[in-house]
């Protein structure tokens, strides 16, 4: 059943997805075509105009993919569509599982547009090449290919939390008989407040624990695995916060529905 129903999520989110995703790759197509004329100098404004709107695209790009998945979230449950999503003979969790499933698709399918969007507008001869040579270097003790792994599966678990946080505060605002909106928004402040406090915390803790760590930063001693170890802290801390917010969006969803 879970399959089922992730599959109709994800159907649902491409309407909000693929025009995003045509952009993307549009603009790259035009920059890239417009690129065989950029010895006249208007086309070549034009194309940096067009860059500059791909860049800009690409900087929020995340961001306007988690607006899309928090408002299908917020129809598909809480809404009038949720009276019709609830009468499924499927358990509150697999409803929810789905949701963050579906997130998790969308957050690679996002990156891996992004990449094509990049390479079909910039590719130029023995790039690859060259990308493949600076994935092999070294920096203090790492290759960079090692670190960049790391900070995708860190960017992956940030991005999965700070959904499931807005999706814990809106199980939360919607359990209430008014002001939902409102309340969601409060809850989801209180729990961005609340988390950077404790983020905060575990910071002081690491440093009280291991000063010799900072002092390593200012001197030839440092050594990325060192980093590697103090991110990997918070990387499980933040894991831990996003099965946090599962909980609490399961059990109001389960116990304290109360639709729109």
Known sequence: MLGKVLKYDLKALCRYLIPLYVVLLGLSMMIRFLGFFDNISVIAII???????????????????GIFLVKYYLENLFKEQGYLTHTLPVKKGTLLFSKVLASLVVFIVTALVLIVSLVIAFYQEGLFEEVMKGFNLSI??????????????????????????????????YSRSSNK????VVCGLIFYFIMEFLYLGLLGIIMAINPSFTASLDNNTFMMKDLISFLSIFMIF??????????????????KLNLE
């Open 47 to 65: 194309c940096g105009l067009l860059i500059v709107a791909l860049v800009m695209l690409f900087i929020f790009s995340f961001m306007l993919a």
């Open 140 to 173: 203090y003790g790492m290759k960079i290919y090692e670190f960049l792994l790391f900070m995708i599966v860190y960017g992956i678990i940030g991005y999965m939390t700070t959904i499931l946080m807005v999706y814990a505060s809106i199980a939360i605002g």
């Open 181 to 184: 909106l409102v309340s969601s």
């Open 238 to 255: 933040t894991a831990l916060l996003g099965g946090v917010y599962y909980y609490i969006s399961y059990r109001f969803m389960d116990k």
